[in-house]
């Protein structure tokens, strides 16, 4: 299984971007996603997941940013809008073979069993 992230880039504040997570190599469509980030001198935290389902988001990113999945492209995507300088940071995909997780799961880095290389996002003021 891999998982690659792409889409990342530069962007200004209040403006929007779209990441895509592309996974190979998985036998059916029963896995989920999280997107994670890791700004600059902090952890790295969970900001959003899809199962079959159901779709989850941190916080700091609720009614900015919308992940969805296209089954037939393998593709999971993180739109992304009205950023902010927080949203400054490396973005990692990962996965888990299964359809769902609970929502007391889905922001545990080890719950996930596959990781995409990252993909950097820098809001500019």
């Known amino acids: 299984v891999q998982l690659q992230a792409s889409g990342g880039g530069l962007v200004q504040v209040g403006g929007s971007l779209r990441l895509s997570c592309v996974a190979s190599?998985?036998?059916?469509?029963?896995?989920?996603i999280g997107w994670f980030r890791q700004a600059p001198g902090k952890e790295r935290e969970g900001i959003s997941y899809?199962?079959?389902?159901?779709?989850f988001y941190a916080s700091s990113v609720k009614g900015r940013f919308t992940i969805s999945r296209d089954n037939a492209k393998n593709t999971v995507y993180l739109q992304m809008t009205d950023v902010k300088p927080d949203d400054t940071a490396v973005y990692y995909c990962?996965?888990?073979?299964?359809?769902?997780?609970?929502?007391?799961?889905?922001?545990?880095?080890?719950?996930?069993?596959?990781w995409g290389q990252g993909t950097l996002v820098t809001v500019s003021s």
């Open positions: 899809i199962g079959e389902s159901t779709k």
């Open positions: 190599g998985f036998t059916s469509d029963y896995y989920t």
């Open positions: 990962a996965a888990r073979r299964g359809p769902r997780m609970i929502a007391s799961s889905w922001r545990q880095e080890d719950r996930y069993e596959y």
